[in-house]
């Protein structure tokens, strides 16, 4: 039962992601095309978590840490840019 849970949750993240990517490549702005950015990193961030749940391997959290300290970072000096400059 919780398996099929996860799955159902593997699938909506996936379809987060393709929506997001469309967001990303239509997006009106540049903070708009920032943000649809971060969704999608927090969506494969889950998915990483998913897979390693599945695989029962638990090195892939460590990947996902790191993953989303550098997105973090990276998300936050993109802002940084847009709002007054580096």
Do not use: H
């Not at 909506?12 to 649809?36: C, Q, S």
């Amino acid at each position: 039962m919780v398996n099929k849970i996860l799955f159902i949750a593997a699938l909506i993240m996936m379809l987060a992601i393709l929506l997001t990517l469309y967001r990303f490549f239509k997006g009106t702005t540049a903070a708009d095309r920032l943000v649809a950015f971060d969704v999608m990193t927090v969506s494969s961030l889950s998915l990483i978590g998913l897979i390693a749940k599945f695989s029962d391997r638990i090195i892939y959290l460590d990947v996902a840490m790191v993953y989303g300290l550098l997105s973090f970072l990276g998300v936050i000096i993109v802002a940084r840019y847009f709002e007054k400059g580096l």
